[in-house]
């Protein structure tokens, strides 16, 4: 299999409820970030994983928790949802930025629509 | 203030009839301008990148292209295919080397 591989690619959460997104990618990529899509609203960045360092939007509620395990899957663990947190979670990879700055595209998922009742 | 602004926010062509959907950007110091389509469902998939003014690409019916402080992509021909939502997105100086700041993107419908 090739790409990036999201799963679940739907999921229903009770405000109460813990439960993880799952991110895997075959690229041979060393960065791997988490993404949220919202109705009307731009990409929002979320966090970022690279070969050297872990950087998150301080913005991001700490309900939302990312794991990443290698340089191949990323985890979001959620626990506690609000009901705004209704989105697209989208996982994206890319090479390793040369020259300081990200000047490759990145490669996404398919995402998870999640719908928090 | 937005720093990322496309327009028009939605698209409706014809079979055939070309347009152009434009990105104008408000940042300083810019490394990197890109554009995705994304269709219904599904996550973006990247089209182009653009590093400095003047500069153009091509793929198929699409051609991408990019000034000081914005950038145009122009569908010619377009074929009922080519509905989707356009979305571009800027990296620059004043980020974080890792983050792309993204517009609201064009949503592209073309008519058979």
């Known amino acids: 299999e090739t790409g990036v591989t999201q799963t679940p690619r739907h999921l229903v959460m009770g405000m109460t409820n813990k439960k993880s997104l799952k991110c895997e990618q075959h690229?041979?990529?060393?960065?791997m970030y988490w993404y949220k899509q919202s109705a009307k609203k731009p990409l929002e960045l979320m966090f970022v994983?690279?070969?050297?360092?872990?950087?998150e939007n301080n913005s991001v509620p700490s309900r939302f928790s990312p794991e990443c395990p290698n340089s191949s899957h990323l985890f979001l663990h959620l626990h506690t949802l609000q009901p705004e947190d209704s989105a697209l979670y989208l996982c994206?990879?890319?090479?390793?930025?040369?020259?300081?700055?990200?000047?490759?595209?990145?490669?996404f998922g398919s995402g998870t629509r999640l719908t928090v009742v | 203030e937005d720093q990322v602004t496309q327009s028009p926010e939605a698209l409706r062509l014809q079979e055939g009839e070309s347009s152009s959907l434009n990105c104008s950007y408000t940042?300083?110091?810019?490394?990197?301008l890109f554009w995705y389509r994304q269709d219904p469902g599904k996550g973006p998939e990247f089209l182009f990148t653009?590093?400095?003014a003047g500069e153009e690409k091509e793929k198929e019916r699409l051609k991408a292209t990019l000034t000081k402080k914005e950038s145009f992509l122009h569908i010619t021909a377009p074929k009922p295919e080519d509905s989707a939502t356009y979305l571009c997105?800027?990296?620059?100086?004043?980020?974080?080397?890792?983050?792309?700041?993204f517009g609201k993107g064009t949503k592209l419908s073309v008519i058979p």
């Open positions: 994206a990879s890319s090479q390793e930025w040369s020259r300081g700055y990200a000047n490759y595209g990145y490669t």
């Open positions: 690229l041979g990529h060393n960065a």
């Open positions: 994983y690279s070969l050297e360092e872990r950087v």
């Open positions: 940042v300083s110091g810019l490394r990197g």
């Open positions: 653009l590093y400095s």
């Open positions: 997105a800027v990296s620059y100086s004043g980020a974080g080397s890792y983050q792309l700041t």
